[in-house]
């Protein structure tokens, strides 16, 4: 019988620190694998109503792809998830420089991040808290480094992944010993169809009224803009590719989705946020989180040089990422709820990816 919680060695990263391969197995069927390289999501099966079990997220066979170039697939995102306008921020009287790693701007964290290291990990099996159902998990921790990136403080970061049923649960947490900005959030690239095919014919849906627009590089201008009337109006499900296909100014801004979307009730507790459905209806994807947004990125840069399991290239369009967060370039927008974490104050987080199969 397969072990609920497993690990195997997976390499060595680029300081030469083992990383392990974890597998996390749940009576349901579902089956979620994470390295412990930027705490990546490497793999999430989801069973069918036939029997069968489907591959949700794109991810690489070894851990050379995650090594290499890519798109943050799966990984772990921070210090400062999404983009901070041209690297720099003041912070009580004091002005930061931080990595300028995309067209000028700082994104995902510089040129280090959370991503690209690798995490201490512990696992088990049962229930984390009264009234929870047992279920495997698997906690992973790390720390940036005063000075990382440009960032004040030291940060400490733990990311639990939880295989609940069908819903793989991600509760974050992070403390600091001076101020700094802290936006986490994971980047997973969801594709519920075929290997190698895309997301356009996925159905989509996003609890949100209003969405931030993006200048022409991809930083928000301060407004929180209705979606009504705008190709961003997904507060009924719509096909992705439909969504896109307009000539409007903020889909070329980004050859597609990706921009913030104001998720239509308070943060704090976890609530509805997102819907997926696979073009064959056999798969949907529910996302709650307690965080305020939810940036929707549509695979726009990916372009088939970079292939997944069976050497599969992963085309334009080939994952949807689902990201839960706080606001881009928040460190600079005073009228953007505060993302400076504290001393004595702890960062938490919870985002609940749940599925639901139906027969085809």
């Not at 793999?43 to 290499?68: H, I, N």
Request: charged share 20%; net charge negative.
């Amino acid at each position: 019988m397969l072990r609920p919680v497993s690990s195997q060695p997976w390499g060595t990263d680029p300081d030469g620190k083992p990383v392990e391969l974890w597998t996390l197995r749940h009576p349901s069927g579902a089956i979620a694998r994470i390295s412990t390289w930027g705490a990546t999501l490497t793999s999430l099966r989801m069973p069918l109503a036939d029997g069968s079990a489907r591959e949700t997220v794109l991810g690489f066979e070894s851990l050379d792809g995650y090594l290499g170039d890519h798109p943050y697939i799966g990984a772990a995102v921070g210090r400062f998830a999404n983009r901070i306008a041209h690297g720099r921020f003041e912070l009580e009287g004091r002005a930061y420089a931080l990595a300028a790693n995309a067209a000028g701007h700082h994104l995902h964290g510089g040129e280090r991040g959370l991503s690209r290291r690798t995490w201490s990990a512990r696992a088990g099996e049962g229930a984390l808290a009264p009234g929870e159902s047992s279920a495997p998990w698997l906690t992973l921790s790390c720390t940036s480094p005063d000075g990382e990136d440009g960032y004040p403080g030291a940060l400490d970061v733990e990311l639990r992944y939880v295989l609940d049923g069908h819903a793989l649960r991600l509760d974050w947490t992070a403390t600091a010993d001076a101020p700094t900005p802290v936006n986490l959030t994971h980047h997973a690239y969801f594709n519920l169809g075929e290997p190698g095919g895309d997301v356009l014919g996925h159905r989509l849906r996003v609890r949100a009224e209003r969405f931030l627009p993006v200048d022409a590089g991809l930083i928000p201008t301060g407004e929180l803009r209705p979606v009504a009337g705008t190709p961003m109006d997904l507060r009924a499900p719509r096909p992705i590719g439909e969504a896109i296909a307009g000539d409007d100014p903020q889909l070329r801004a980004g050859g597609g989705f990706d921009h913030c979307w104001v998720l239509a009730d308070a943060p704090g507790p976890l609530r509805p946020a997102a819907t997926l459905v696979a073009p064959d209806g056999a798969l949907e994807l529910r996302m709650a989180t307690t965080e305020p947004g939810v940036q929707v990125y549509s695979g726009n840069f990916l372009d088939g040089t970079l292939r997944g399991p069976g050497d599969v290239p992963w085309p334009k369009h080939g994952g949807l990422c689902l990201e839960a967060q706080r606001f881009p370039d928040s460190p600079n927008r005073s009228e953007f709820p505060d993302t400076i974490l504290r001393p004595g104050r702890v960062y938490r987080q919870t985002t609940v990816y749940a599925f639901e199969k139906a027969a085809r």
